[in-house]
């Protein structure tokens, strides 16, 4: 199936995790708002579709994905359904929900990220908000950037099958969304992560490993891969960092 | 089966959406952190399996649920996991993915919400972050509750099934949410709700709707119920409140 991915194109945000998967697994894909919009896609297209007052299942908010007849929206939601079709995670029950629980959790952490230089406002400009985001900047790095580092540490370090993936013995969706946000942090935080991420040597290991990945690491070198921005969820900026 | 329910005994919180569900299907249930330490339950019960640093799927915070060998946590993925159980969603995919990414955005909005009165860092308290509280419920109110709840008018208003449900012809798991959030909103912020709430009709009339169904209606009026408070996802302070 070629699957249609609706995001903004100028942004990783919440739609990497999603073009890392499609990446991955090798799978046939338009990355819709990133096309032309004389060729009847770009970001219009996107718009289009979801102004459309007439359509059964509006999405929220991008991104969304169009697979046949469905439209599915919601990045873990997406996930969900592209893992066992894609073979980015196991294939029984127990296997695919503990998988989307940790990307729900990796979902949870995009957004405190995210409030990290908009915590009044997703509406407002960050220079409306920054003294504001200095001080939830400030303990998101001394408090919850530990807790859910930590979190996902200790997933791999407890893993039955060993200490290699976030899941079993494959490296499945959940493992990219980690490469993306070790990522995304040495971005944004370069200087907390210098002084904090050896803590956490089996999430290092694992990004390490997911950015050798040979269709990782061709995506990456590719113009597909949108680079870091002042504009997407991981932001650096000098005075939220330590 | 018998399902175990773990959450904070004295909130309403994310646990709610749960407690609903299990309601509404007549489930046999224990809420056991609401039970006493003396018999092996409590908080302690909750504190002590998510502190078990043995356990290979440990959840990130409550809500968890057992269910004979799967411990499953986060709000969205519990009723996904709970919702063709208990006979509160379609069977056929579709319906499930609807329901669920629907669900989602109710988390989604639950996090605005809870960020209202603690813009800053849910670590601090409320009293250490007021000022920035009030800036954040302001834009809250005038932008994202009427963004949410005319969004989620607009998916009723074009259920395939008519005008009755979020999704179909028959009272999902995310119908129970919606209640909730109308229940909550009608407590955190009454003087917003009473000037706008008129321009979501078919949102209250399901509310209405589901607080007469038989099980839900003896639920509201027993202890199993944990009432509304300044502990809570949903808070009301005067302030807040335009």
């Avoid at 999603?18 to 090798?26: D, F, H, K, N, P």
């Avoid at 980690?178 to 904090?196: S, V």
């Amino acid at each position: 199936m070629r699957f249609e991915l609706y995001y903004w194109p100028t942004i990783q945000g919440r739609g990497e995790y999603i073009r890392l998967a499609l990446e991955q697994a090798g799978a046939k894909y338009i990355d819709v708002a990133r096309r032309a919009e004389s060729s009847g896609m770009g970001v219009q297209a996107m718009v289009d579709l979801m102004n459309n007052n007439e359509a059964p299942y509006p999405p929220f908010a991008p991104p969304f994905l169009k697979a046949g007849e469905l439209i599915i929206a919601q990045t873990a939601n997406i996930l969900l359904f592209l893992g066992p079709q894609l073979g980015l995670v196991g294939v029984d029950e127990s296997s695919r929900i503990w998988a989307h629980q940790l990307q729900l959790t990796v979902s949870d952490f995009v957004t405190e990220v995210h409030d990290t230089h908009h915590p009044i406002a997703g509406g407002l400009y960050y220079k409306d908000q920054k003294p504001e985001a200095k001080r939830c900047a400030a303990d998101f790095i001394e408090t919850r950037l530990p807790k859910f580092l930590g979190y996902f540490e200790h997933v791999i370090e407890c893993n039955p099958f060993g200490d290699q993936f976030m899941i079993g013995a494959e490296l499945s969706y959940v493992d990219l969304s980690i490469f993306q946000i070790i990522e995304g942090l040495r971005y944004a935080f370069p200087n907390a992560m210098k002084k904090t991420e050896f803590s956490y040597p089996l999430l290092l290991d694992l990004h390490h490993r997911v950015a050798l990945q040979p269709r990782i690491a061709r995506y990456l070198k590719s113009t597909r891969r949108v680079p870091f921005s002042k504009q997407g969820i991981f932001r650096h900026y000098n005075e939220l960092d330590v």
